[in-house]
């Protein structure tokens, strides 16, 4: 009875030992990396002014009397750099940033520790051709206000609207209104952002994400500076009325390449 005790206990030990091999075998082949989450917090300023009334006027860095009544832009190919020289490519991350909202989800990225994010403010080529009813989700692309109505045309991919200083002495007793509405391919603009942790950003600690973690990527969007290579008080033959609305495909075509290469100068960090 001994002798096969000791054999049956022979067996339950091989048998455990041949199943912890197994479940270690199955362990190694999952190479699926624990991910996190990125949220962009989003500030609308004119200069150091937020935005929060659209019916008052904020001073421009130059003093200028400048209101928003409407303030978006879509921002598309999402990348987050990582301080190994590695980057990741948030899939399918789309955000309409309006005037009323700063927060927005932007996806999930394999944990570590990022220094600095790129992202184009405006849509591919294949996105800017579909038209609203394509589109089976609501909330980012389906928005008719962002649609200039034709598939040729696209998406606006920057809209701005308000009331700009027209006075030589920026006394802001002459509002203009403006509306600018920028877009097609050539107007699609990349914007790097400054690397955190070194140089003039040392003390901008990089963004460290964790497994299940959430972190969040504040910018402040300067319209004050967006809007500096307008000119809203220009004298004869440039006055103000020839540059208080773009299109971009039928009224001041060249105001609307300006302001969209303006369009990188608009972000800086906000910590």
């Known amino acids: 009875m001994k002798k096969h005790t000791a054999i049956r206990l022979l067996i339950i030990m091989i048998t455990i030992f041949t199943l912890s091999l197994s479940i270690t075998s199955c362990k190694k ?8 989450t990125f949220y962009f917090h989003l500030h609308t300023n004119i200069d150091t002014n937020e935005v929060d009334n659209t019916t008052a006027f904020y001073r421009d860095s130059s003093g200028r009397h400048i209101g928003l009544s409407a303030a978006q832009f879509y921002i598309s190919n999402i990348i987050v750099h990582n ?3 590695s980057s990741y490519t948030i899939p399918n991350a789309i955000v309409l940033k309006n005037i009323d909202s700063e927060q927005y989800l932007i996806g999930q990225a394999p944990i570590g520790t990022y220094d600095y994010v790129t992202f184009s403010v405006g849509l591919d080529a294949a996105t800017n051709a579909l038209q609203p009813s394509d589109f089976t989700t609501t909330g980012y692309i389906p928005n008719t206000a962002m649609w200039f109505g034709s598939t040729t045309q696209g998406y606006m991919f920057l809209k ?3 009331f700009a200083d027209t006075t030589a002495n ?3 007793a002459n509002p203009m209104h403006f509306s600018y509405e920028i877009g097609s391919g050539g107007n699609l603009k990349t914007v790097t952002m400054p690397t955190r942790g070194v140089g003039s950003y ?3 600690a990089p963004y460290i994400l964790t497994a299940n973690g959430i972190n969040y990527i504040h910018l402040i969007c300067d319209y004050g500076k967006l809007l500096s290579v307008v000119n809203f008080n220009a004298q004869p033959p440039l006055y103000a009325g020839n540059e208080d609305t773009t299109d971009t495909y039928t009224i001041n075509q060249i105001l609307a390449m300006q302001i969209a290469n303006h369009i990188p100068n608009m972000f800086h960090y906000e910590e």
């Open 170 to 172: 920026q006394s802001g």
């Open 202 to 204: 040392a003390s901008y």
């Open 83 to 85: 301080v190994n020289g």
């Open 160 to 162: 701005v609207q308000g």
């Open 29 to 36: 082949k999952n190479n699926t990396p624990s991910m996190g």
